[in-house]
């Protein structure tokens, strides 16, 4: 079955660097546009960045335009997140999300609806 795995998180000081993965199993990675999410405490997930299946389409929250690069590595079955420039505020739990359908890449990247599977979350703690 579909299965996505996040890994790379943990604690980090405020300016410091982490860079998150998503191991992808039980499906064509390659063949599907994936998401990152993410979730602070006392609110609701919000969309971070997005990547089109063939890789040559991304988009970024503005919160995280310029500081944030997402990629993929199809033969490893990985979507990756790397994060710098990190502020308190990129406090949350990440998660990644596969595309609902294949072969297609979509202009509500930023809607949770247009994702089918998602994986458990990895914490990112940033502190002053």
């Known amino acids: 079955q579909v299965q996505l795995v996040e890994s790379g998180g943990g604690l980090v000081q405020a300016g410091g660097s982490l860079r998150l993965s998503c191991t992808a199993s039980g499906f064509a990675l390659s063949s599907y546009s994936m998401g990152w999410f993410r979730q602070a405490p006392g609110k609701e997930r919000e969309f971070v960045a997005y990547?089109?299946?063939?890789?040559?389409?991304?988009f970024y929250a503005d919160s995280v335009k310029g500081r944030f690069a997402i990629s993929r590595d199809n033969a490893k079955n990985t979507v990756s997140l790397q994060m710098n420039s990190l502020k308190q505020e990129d406090t949350a739990v990440y998660y990644c999300a596969r595309d609902l359908r294949a072969g297609r890449y979509t202009n509500a990247y930023y809607r949770q609806t247009e994702f089918a599977s998602w994986g458990q979350g990895t914490q990112v703690t940033v502190s002053s």
């Open positions: 990547i089109a299946w063939h890789g040559g389409v991304k």
